[in-house]
């Protein structure tokens, strides 16, 4: 058990489009932990700087406690964490382009990783907990007792993000714009010199090129179910 902790905490990091967060939804759903998506944090205060007319320049030089003076928190719930600013329920507003596009440049801040490594800390302290990000294995949480690294191959990643975002029809030009996106930010998460994406030691890493979700779901459960045997 990871020193601290009251149970197991399981780690899913992997580049954007991977499907860390419906796996980490799923495999939490069925073993009853608690999901966090890592990830909804750094949106949220990109959302909160967004809304509050902090213009971009001016991010990198505003303090941890400017950061904290926005008011995210993480509010427990039965199957996971509702991210919250001000106390008003952040859902939708996550996932917008305006947030999407600005993200990756806020999470290369020293100040920001500072403001929010507390409240991904808090969410395990109680154990039973599957986390997915960039940097929970690495960084977040080394001592946890399963880290899965998830990658697959970049035009697989842009197909299922299309599908994702509802496109039911795309061809290839939408395909090779989408897959351009997801490297950018593959390479700003890997390339930035606090917390980069990377495999964590002792990973296991899954390939999902040509797994199905199912499949996804099922090698990773079955991880879990071999720790608790
Ligand atoms: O997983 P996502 O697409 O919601 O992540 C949004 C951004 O936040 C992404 O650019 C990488 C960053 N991120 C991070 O730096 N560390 C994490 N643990 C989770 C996300």
Redesign the pocket.
């Known amino acids: 058990m990871s020193p601290g902790v009251g149970g197991l905490i399981i780690t899913i990091?992997g580049p954007?489009?991977s499907g860390?967060?419906s796996t980490a939804r799923e495999v939490a759903q069925r073993l009853s932990f608690k999901h966090l998506?890592?990830?909804?944090?750094?949106?949220a205060l990109t959302y909160g700087l967004i809304e509050a007319g902090v213009a971009e320049e001016e991010w990198a030089d505003l303090t941890v406690r400017e950061l904290r003076g926005l008011g995210i928190t993480l509010e427990s719930t039965k199957t996971g964490f509702e991210v919250r600013l001000g106390g008003r329920l952040l859902v939708d507003e996550?996932r917008s382009v305006e947030v999407?596009d600005r993200?990756?440049l806020?999470?290369?801040l020293p100040s920001v990783?500072e403001c929010l490594i507390g409240l991904?800390r808090e969410a395990g302290s109680g154990g039973f907990l599957i986390v997915?990000?960039?940097?929970?294995g690495t960084v977040?949480f080394p001592e946890a007792e399963l880290k899965v690294y998830l990658i697959a191959d970049l035009k697989e990643r842009a197909r299922r993000r299309l599908l994702e975002n509802g496109r039911e029809v795309f061809d290839d030009t939408d395909l090779a714009e989408e897959a351009s996106a997801l490297e950018e930010?593959d390479d700003?998460?890997s390339g930035?010199a606090i917390?980069p994406?990377k495999s964590p030691p002792g990973a296991v890493e899954i390939d999902t090129t040509n797994l199905s979700f199912e499949e996804q779901v099922s090698v990773i459960v079955e991880l879990v179910n071999e720790l608790t045997l």
């Open positions: 990091d954007a489009g860390k967060s998506d890592s990830g909804a944090l750094y949106r996550l999407t993200v990756s806020l999470a290369g990783r991904q997915d990000g960039r940097d929970m977040v930010r700003l998460d930035r917390s994406l």
